[in-house]
């Protein structure tokens, strides 16, 4: 199974969530890992009372073995239904700033 639906069945699986986004964009950063870099869009109830921080380290505690087993980077981009709703915009990631590019 791959790390992306690896991380998707993690994710649906505690969240529950009405939009889930995993885009890999491991092809804009440096390097041989071809899932290393992804860009992550929730919209869950569960971060409905949550800070953000607290919804970040929530994801990561999800995700502790992957972060430490070949993912380098995750852009989050968490909202509760209502937020969303508000707006739902995800913006771009930005350029790659490491490495050799």
Known sequence: MSVQN????ILRADLSPTVLQIEN???QHSG????SHFKVT???DAFHDLSRVKRHQHVYK???E???????????????????AADDTVPDSPNCRGGSQ
């Open 42 to 44: 929730i919209v869950a």
């Open 32 to 35: 041989p890992a071809t899932e």
């Open 25 to 27: 964009e491991s092809h």
């Open 62 to 64: 999800l995700l502790s």
């Open 66 to 84: 992957q972060l430490q087993n070949g993912v380098h980077a995750l852009a989050l981009h968490l909202h509760s239904p209502s937020e969303w």
């Open 6 to 9: 690896t991380i998707e069945q």
